[in-house]
């Protein structure tokens, strides 16, 4: 394995050494949410915080991971492909943000899935509505 890094530009070597780690810490953590493990012991960079809206926290564990692994892997894919390396990192920089945005979408659309949308009864007290029946004059139209 050192043989490998060994060769290679420091810049693309400091991509791999972000990108391994955080590849992996990425499956052990996916792993460990999908086994119910710690989905609530988000560790957040900034304390003081509520944790009851822990997903959507700027600087969190979890956000750091998305960026590195943004980071980290468009510099490897893209290293020999794109000549100037100060426009590489800035990219890698960018498609880092672009993955925690992504983060925040899908969560926020998974989020979405626990609406309560059920029709409440008491709600609908007193209130004005659009009849398409036909209400007998003896009924009050309960």
Same mark, same amino acid.
């Given at each position: 394995?050192?043989?490998?890094?060994?060769?290679?530009?420091?810049?693309?070597?400091?991509?791999?050494?972000?990108?391994?780690?955080?590849?992996?810490?990425?499956?052990?953590?996916?792993?460990?949410?999908?086994?119910?493990?710690?989905?609530?012991?988000?560790?957040?960079?900034?304390?003081?915080?509520? /944790?009851?809206?822990?997903?959507?926290?700027?600087?969190?564990?979890?956000?750091?991971?998305?960026?590195?692994?943004?980071?980290?892997?468009?510099?490897?894919?893209?290293?020999?492909?794109?000549?100037?390396?100060?426009?590489?990192?800035?990219?890698?920089?960018?498609?880092?943000?672009?993955?925690?945005?992504?983060?925040?979408?899908?969560?926020?659309?998974?989020?979405?899935l626990g609406e309560d949308?059920?029709?409440?009864?008491?709600?609908?007290?007193?209130?004005?509505?659009?009849?398409?029946?036909?209400?007998?004059? /003896?009924?009050?139209?309960?």
């Amino acid at each position: 394995m050192t043989e490998f890094f060994e060769g290679l530009d420091p810049l693309l070597k400091t991509y791999w050494y972000i990108a391994l780690p955080t590849s992996i810490f990425f499956l052990l953590q996916t792993i460990m949410t999908f086994m119910g493990v710690g989905g609530d012991a988000e560790l957040d960079i900034v304390e003081g915080h509520d /944790s009851g809206d822990a997903p959507f926290e700027l600087f969190s564990l979890r956000n750091l991971i998305n960026f590195l692994l943004g980071f980290s892997w468009t510099g490897i894919s893209l290293y020999n492909t794109i000549e100037n390396k100060t426009f590489l990192i800035i990219l890698s920089v960018v498609i880092g943000v672009i993955f925690i945005g992504l983060f925040f979408f899908i969560i926020k659309q998974i989020l979405k899935l626990g609406e309560d949308n059920s029709f409440k009864f008491e709600q609908t007290i007193n209130q004005t509505a659009t009849v398409y029946l036909t209400i007998p004059e /003896s009924k009050s139209g309960v």
